[in-house]
């Protein structure tokens, strides 16, 4: 079965600093990937995904991911953060098993930014 | 950590009956918790807001009647898909945030639930 680890379960970075978290899946098969962004009180949102073509895939405010397939990794990162950018951040894999697209859900990495 | 359940992980059924899916926290209270349904190769859709103890929210372009969500009670919400068919296939997942956080930035997921009508 698919499995999706996030290294990093608690993140404080201070406002400027730059961001990577860690995301990586056990299937070695084709994948889709994503990254999910929940906001403090709010309902989930996509930050970015990765079907196919570049690698590199720029998402909403700035964020952007990684997809090396060698390593399975999908690691998402952003220059430098903002204070609104305190939320919860899930990694994303899908993997085709039986004609259909199963979704498996990282545990989570909640980042804090200090102002 | 949190812990949200849901069940069943996988559900056959005939088109035109119902399925009831349960999304249960284990160890925390959840007045709201949301499900989210995801089609083959597209990211996750919010269909709903689920609120203990009123009714649900629903998101533009999701039947209400055909989506019934119940939230009786803090540690409970179901979704039954009424009068299924087979356009209703799909994988869908709940979450639920904790409570009393001071960011209320902790989400947990359930592990989702395969529906497939035939």
């Known amino acids: 079965a698919q499995s999706v680890s996030q290294h990093n379960h608690h993140v404080i970075l201070s406002e400027a600093a730059s961001l990577e978290l860690g995301c990586n899946y056990s299937?070695?098969?084709?994948?889709?990937l994503f990254w999910y962004v929940q906001y403090p009180g709010q309902h989930l949102q996509l930050l970015l995904k990765?079907?196919?073509?570049?690698?590199l895939v720029k998402g909403i405010k700035g964020f952007e991911a990684e997809f090396i397939k060698s390593k399975f990794s999908f690691n998402l990162r952003k220059p430098s953060v903002q204070w609104s950018d305190t939320a919860e951040y899930f990694c994303?894999?899908?993997?085709?098993?039986?004609?259909?697209?199963?979704?498996?859900f990282g545990r989570g990495t909640s980042l804090i930014v200090h102002p | 950590g949190a812990v949200v359940s849901q069940h069943p992980s996988r559900v056959i059924c005939k088109s035109g009956t119902s399925v009831k899916i349960e999304c249960r926290s284990l160890?925390?209270?959840?007045?709201?918790m949301f499900w989210y349904r995801q089609f083959p190769k597209k990211s996750l859709m919010l269909m709903a807001t689920?609120?203990?103890?009123?009714?649900?929210?629903?998101e533009q372009g999701v039947e209400k009647d055909k989506f019934l969500i119940n939230h009786a009670s803090l540690t409970l919400s179901t979704l039954t898909v009424t009068s299924a068919h087979p356009e209703d296939s799909s994988f869908y997942i709940c979450?639920?945030?904790?409570?009393?956080?001071?960011?209320?930035?902790?989400?947990?997921f359930g592990q989702g639930t395969r529906l497939t009508v035939v």
């Open positions: 979450s639920a945030p904790l409570p009393g956080q001071a960011f209320n930035t902790e989400a947990f």
């Open positions: 299937y070695g098969g084709t994948v889709n």
């Open positions: 990765y079907f196919s073509g570049d690698p």
């Open positions: 994303a894999v899908s993997e085709l098993s039986g004609g259909s697209y199963i979704p498996t």
């Open positions: 160890d925390f209270q959840a007045t709201t």
């Open positions: 689920s609120n203990e103890g009123s009714k649900a929210t629903y």
